[in-house]
């Protein structure tokens, strides 16, 4: 009888421990990635709603931080730099505090977004950047907390705060023009020497044509003249070997050997000398 009675306690708790009511956040989170440019700008949120209350000068006091949300912190996290009333900003993520007004409102990023709601201790420091707009009054009531991302352009985005009857524009602006310009120089440049001296080096350890790897390696060595690398030198000295021309690998490994021995780097002086013994040369 004991163990019948045991045995019915150990279901009854294993029951209780396993079992879980799951129901609806109160505040639901929202995650929008939206691509602004080049960047990558994700936004994550928490989202309540009116629910018959008077929301700003009610619950949420005119002037004073707000979570701007629900629950943990809304974040912004942008994938490159990106800039905020002509101030730079790091890449990374921010959380979004706000001060709400009457007439103006405060939009700050503040740079420690690992706070639930507003941080323990506010720390001046940690505000990355701050804007005061003027909020518009809507048309007709938002019940639910809603944050867009409006008025899209090549370099530019305004996040959209709504709520009740107001919407508050925070815009921001991404580097796109300097991305692109800058990938269109390194484009229409050409090949770098890295570039080079990478195709090279594949075509010799792929097995693929030699003549092909001796005219990109030697053109890396050319565009490195000014300052010689010894690993590039090694490999233009083993493409050579291999392409038959000793005299040309001889010439390249003793570069290699001589600024190598400068860089003080063990490993490439004692390559370059069991390639020179074995070529002949020492």
């Not at 809603?146 to 508050?168: K, R």
């Amino acid at each position: 009888m004991k163990k019948i009675i045991l045995s019915l306690f150990v279901v009854a708790f294993t029951f209780s421990a396993n079992a879980q009511i799951q129901t609806p956040a109160p505040s639901p989170f929202q995650k929008t990635e939206q691509k602004v440019g080049l960047t990558d700008v994700t936004l994550e949120y928490s989202r309540p709603s009116m629910k018959g209350r008077k929301i700003f000068g009610g619950l949420e006091d005119y002037g004073k931080v707000w979570r701007t949300g629900a629950n943990a912190n809304t974040k912004l996290t942008f994938s490159t730099d990106f800039m905020v009333d002509g101030k730079t900003l790091k890449k990374g993520t921010y959380a979004v505090y706000t001060i709400p007004g009457e007439k103006t409102w405060d939009v700050m990023l503040y740079s420690d977004a690992s706070n639930w709601g507003n941080p323990a201790k506010w720390d001046d420091t940690k505000v990355a950047a701050k804007v005061t707009v003027t909020p518009y009054k809507m048309p007709m009531p938002i019940e639910t907390f809603t944050i867009t991302f409006d008025d899209l352009t090549n370099s530019s985005a305004v996040l959209g705060i709504m709520w009740e009857n107001v919407y508050v524009p925070f815009k921001f602006e991404v580097p796109t023009d300097k991305m692109v310009s800058s990938s269109i120089s390194k484009i229409m440049a050409g090949p770098s020497a890295n570039d080079m001296y990478g195709a090279a080096v594949y075509y010799l350890q792929a097995g693929k044509d030699i003549k092909q790897a001796q005219t990109w390696i030697d053109k890396a060595v050319e565009m490195t003249a000014d300052a010689p690398k010894f690993w590039y030198l090694r490999q233009q000295s083993l493409i050579h070997a291999k392409a038959g021309n000793t005299k040309g690998a001889i010439a390249a490994a003793k570069k290699s050997l001589e600024y190598a021995t400068k860089a003080n780097n063990a490993g490439y002086i004692k390559m370059n000398k069991a390639s020179l013994k074995e070529w002949g040369a020492m």
